[in-house]
């Protein structure tokens, strides 16, 4: 069962990582077998299992009271992410998914949607299995309300070309920070940490959370579609606009104001745009905001007591925030 080659040089990390790709195999059977196939190629398409190792990491700042309770615990946030990630594509209407066909291209929009509810299930299931404190269930529910509302707001802002960057800002805290927010802290939480330790680990989780999806927002206008592993300028076909292309706005909205057609734009228009993001130098000022948020999450990292996993936090912490593809 391959692992993304990010953590090759973390062994142990790497080990956890397979386990929990053990444990969510076995917990997304189903009895479609066609369902199972896609979920199964899904999970072992070469996603980065970020949110799992984050949480595994942060949990080695304390002790955890099961090793079998701590991967299903890492197991289920990598399944909430996975159910984002199908219902984000049936709203875009995506084809690619990691490279491959996404589910609602293989099988239609509502097969694609009672597949990501499927996960949400399971995800509670995996989770209630993992802790007995009513209150962690709780957390969690409330974590994943905010992560509903985030993309709820994205859906508000569609083709909205009045959207600020405070606004942005707040849709990429619920969409995306959230659930590295949780991932972070729940590690800290399960494992026993300090109170102190929990709340740098809710703000290393934040400021990584918010700096990756800047980043992921800038590659949209930067990447190749084979260096994604999904359709380039997505967003902006879809009315989502993003940083790069809101900075590029706050210069001249006048220049953009073709984009006031919405649904009815045409290609040449969405190249009109990226032309006009480089003219106003969109992408280099979304850089310097992510750079900020990347900064303050490798300060506090700093603050956590100086034990392997802070270096490796440190380390892929400085890789994510900083990559190019």
Not at 67 to 95: F, G, N
Not at 106 to 128: E, H, R
Request: proline residues 3%.
């Amino acid at each position: 069962m391959a692992i993304h080659p990010l953590w090759a040089q973390y062994p142990d990390i790497q080990k956890e990582l397979e386990q929990t790709q053990k444990t969510i195999q076995h917990a997304i059977k189903i009895r479609n077998q066609d369902i199972q196939t896609v979920l199964s190629q899904f999970f072992e398409s070469g996603g980065k299992l970020l949110r799992p190792a984050f949480f595994i990491l942060f949990t080695e700042f304390g002790t955890v009271p099961s090793q079998k309770r701590k991967h299903e615990y890492a197991a289920a946030l990598e399944i909430l992410h996975a159910a984002t990630l199908i219902h984000d594509d049936v709203i875009d209407d995506s084809p690619l998914r990691r490279d491959m066909p996404s589910i609602q291209a293989l099988y239609g929009k509502d097969i694609a949607v009672y597949t990501g509810d499927f996960l949400f299930t399971v995800y509670f299931q995996l989770l209630a299995s993992a802790v007995q404190e009513i209150d962690t269930l709780d957390f969690n529910a409330k974590n994943m309300r905010k992560i509903l509302v985030g993309e709820l707001d994205q859906m508000h802002l569609k083709h909205n070309i009045d959207i600020t960057v405070k606004q942005y800002l707040r849709h990429v805290k619920g969409k995306t920070a959230q659930l590295f927010q949780l991932s972070c802290v729940e590690g800290a939480r399960f494992a026993g940490c300090t109170k102190r330790q929990q709340l740098l680990a809710l703000r290393i989780g934040y400021n990584i959370g918010m700096g990756f999806q800047i980043l992921d927002d800038i590659l949209d206008y930067t990447a190749t579609e084979s260096e994604l592993k999904k359709p380039v300028l997505e967003d902006l076909k879809n009315g989502h606009y993003t940083l790069p292309l809101i900075l590029a706005m706050n210069r001249n909205r006048q220049a953009f104001a073709f984009l006031e057609k919405g649904t009815d734009l045409t290609d040449d228009d969405i190249q009109q745009a990226v032309t006009l993001i480089q003219r106003y130098q969109g992408v280099e000022q979304a850089i310097v905001l992510a750079e900020r948020y990347t900064e303050t999450a490798l300060k506090e990292i700093k603050k956590l007591p100086d034990i392997p996993a802070r270096h490796i936090l440190y380390d892929v912490t400085a890789t994510l925030l900083k990559r190019r593809d």
